[in-house]
């Protein structure tokens, strides 16, 4: 084959990719028209009727205990709702809707101290407050023994987002909500079918603390911990099992060798005897 032959086998093969890349391209987009587009639409039009109904009424939404972690928290107030569609504080073109954010606050007056001790545990609890964007401030003091000890003080006011986000390529709704309850981070995709009259009254009923059965199928990471935790020990109690058999084995194997041999013995020492 000549060089002016490869080139056009490698000039076919491009505009196969990119005729290819084309028809992909219009089938996702049209599935993104006809079916990913009016489900985003959905959930912005009933959020937005949702927070329109709750600044008319001026539902008061608290939380008791919001985490286990800080019972110091007290109760908290849901407040200050916001929506965008545009990951800023605009909306986008209704249209062309790719996420929809809605953010709120979970919080009360005042704040509240507590010591940490040691380097290690100090970096983890400073990344954990960062990571879920809990306002709070942090100094070194004088620990016992020349213990490195921290004094961390937390501002009551945990920001809550859920965001509905479109997986173009899949032709999916991601959605995520971090905060609501115990600094939770909730993520799952759903097929455009699924955002119908029943999953909308979920998600707010979920939204204004009227139940949990929006999430109800999830594992909570402290039951995901008890799940790892027990099945480590099944893990190490089959081990030790394992070990005893083994070991056992081994003696049995031992005895029966054992055995062997002296029966040898026996039967030549009685040759020689005879």
Not at 83 to 98: E, H, Q
Not at 153 to 173: A, M, N
Not at 245 to 261: D, F, L, N, P, Y
Request: glycine share 2%.
């Amino acid at each position: 084959m000549g060089i002016l032959d490869e080139l056009r086998k490698e000039a076919n093969e491009k505009k196969q990719q990119l005729e290819s890349r084309k028809v992909v391209r219009k089938q996702l987009d049209a599935a993104y028209q006809t079916s990913v587009l009016p489900a985003m639409q959905s959930i912005f039009t009933y959020l937005q009727e949702t927070l329109e109904y709750l600044r008319v009424v001026d539902e008061v939404v608290e939380i008791s205990r919001y985490s286990e972690r800080f019972p110091q928290l007290g109760v908290l107030l849901q407040q200050d709702y916001k929506i965008n569609t545009d990951g800023y504080s605009g909306l986008a073109d209704f249209n062309r809707l790719m996420q929809i954010n809605l953010t709120f606050y979970c919080c009360n007056t005042g704040s509240f101290s507590y010591p940490i001790e040691n380097k290690g545990s100090i970096e983890q609890e400073v990344a954990f407050l960062h990571a879920k964007s809990i306002p709070f401030e942090w100094r070194y003091i004088k620990g016992k023994e020349q213990t490195q000890t921290a004094s961390i003080t937390i501002t009551r006011k945990i920001p809550v987002r859920f965001r509905f986000e479109v997986d173009y390529e899949q032709s999916l709704i991601n959605v995520m909500i971090n905060n609501h309850e115990d600094f939770a981070a909730y993520k799952k995709s759903f097929q455009p079918e699924q955002i119908d009259e029943t999953f909308l009254d979920k998600l707010v009923r979920y939204l204004l603390r009227r139940d949990s059965e929006f999430v109800r199928l999830e594992i909570s990471d402290a039951k995901k911990r008890k799940i790892r935790k027990t099945l480590q020990q099944i893990r190490h109690e089959e081990a030790l099992i394992r070990a005893q058999i083994q070991r056992e084995s081994r003696a049995e194997q031992q005895a029966a060798e054992k055995k062997r041999v002296s029966g040898r013995l026996k039967a030549l020492l009685k040759r020689d005897k005879d």
